[in-house]
């Protein structure tokens, strides 16, 4: 279990200190090419880190997970990979290096209105799910180190692109949401539902389908 404890808590030091407040001067060091290049190999070894290390945790439990969690789980993973296809558009201004190619007005289209962060909203729905449905240490970890960076990455990248694009980022961040649906809840903006990418949207679904395929061939059914 120490392993697994070392390793949350390299993932989360890494994201919200290196990137965080240390990223200025690591990144003067080895020039923001360099600092981009040395943090995702960094964010590639933690993650593998944190997977070998949760196979071989031990059960510890922690709570029991509540009835119809599954249910709950399997929902909000299916609406994990429907956002993460549409994280990777191109225009997406909250994507890694969008800052040093989007200088001018930013698009506010399609998954945009629903948030400017589908791509991390996809990776903490995936983890809320597994956290409701295992209620081990290991998992807590896991999921748990995930879920902080996730929120946290959200507040980091308007920060950074709020210095980094200025007004061009105030007008964008003031038409949408970090929450999903809250800006056109707000009336700030509205659902354009022809806006959304069908193709997208069927990746989504069969990424799905793989990952319960996977889990089943593991021999952990997420299935209720």
Known sequence: MLSMILA??????????VAGPLRPAVAARLGEQGFRGVFSLASA????????????????PVWAPP???????????????ILFP???????PTLAGADMLLKDRLPVQGMTRITRHPGLWAFALWAIAHLIANGDLA???????ILVTALNGMVSIDRKRRRALGSAWDEFAAATSRLPFA???????RL???ELSPWRAGIGVALFAAALWLHD???VSPLP
């Open 183 to 189: 800006a056109i809840i707000a009336g700030r903006n």
């Open 86 to 92: 549409f994280s990777i558009a191109a225009g997406n």
């Open 139 to 145: 998992g807590v970890l896991l999921f748990g180190a």
């Open 217 to 219: 061939r593991a021999g």
């Open 45 to 60: 070894a933690g993650l593998a880190w944190l997977v070998f290390a949760f196979r071989a945790a031990p059960y510890v």
């Open 8 to 17: 949350a808590a390299f993932w989360v030091a890494l994201h919200l200190l």
């Open 67 to 81: 009835f119809g969690a599954r249910y709950v789980a399997l929902v909000l993973v299916f609406l994990a990979f």
């Open 192 to 194: 354009h539902v022809e």
